[in-house]
C-alpha cells in the first residue's frame, strides 16, 4: 500500500494550497483518512480527519480555514487550506485506518508559507 501526498510548496501568508493523497495497492475497507503535520521541533499533531460516514474532526488553529474530503471512489482525501499563517508551515502527513486496523502514512508534503 502506497500513499502519494501531492500539492504541498511555498505560498504567501493568507495563500490558499490544496493537499492531496491517494491511497494506492491492496487495501481493506477504510476507515478513517486524515492529515497530520509536523513543524521543525515540534510533534507531529494532527491537523483533520474524516471519516467513512463522512464526520469531520479539526485542530482548533485550523477550524474555518482548512477543510478535508475524501472521494471513496479514488481512495484520495484532500485538504483545503485558506488564509494560510506562517505557523501552518509543516511537512503534511496523510494517514489511512482501515477496518482491519491497519496504518499506513504518506512520506509528506512541505507547506512553507512565507513572504
Known amino acids: 500500500v502506497q500513499l502519494q501526498a501531492l500539492g504541498g510548496g511555498l505560498v504567501q501568508p493568507g495563500g490558499s494550497l490544496r493537499l492531496s493523497c491517494a491511497a494506492s495497492?491492496?487495501?481493506?475497507?477504510?476507515?478513517?483518512m486524515g492529515w497530520y503535520r509536523q513543524a521543525p521541533g515540534k510533534q507531529r499533531e494532527t491537523v483533520a480527519l474524516?471519516?467513512?460516514?463522512?464526520?469531520?474532526v479539526y485542530a482548533d488553529s485550523v477550524k474555518g480555514r482548512f477543510t478535508v474530503s475524501r472521494d471513496n471512489d479514488k481512495n484520495t482525501v484532500y485538504l483545503q487550506m485558506y488564509s494560510l499563517k506562517p505557523e501552518d508551515t509543516a511537512v503534511y502527513y496523510c494517514?489511512?485506518?482501515?477496518?482491519?486496523?491497519?496504518?499506513?502514512w504518506g512520506k509528506g508534503t512541505l507547506v512553507t508559507v512565507s513572504s
Open positions: 474524516i471519516t467513512s460516514g463522512v464526520n469531520t
Open positions: 494517514h489511512v485506518g482501515t477496518k482491519n486496523f491497519m496504518s499506513y
Open positions: 495497492g491492496s487495501i481493506f475497507s477504510i476507515n478513517v
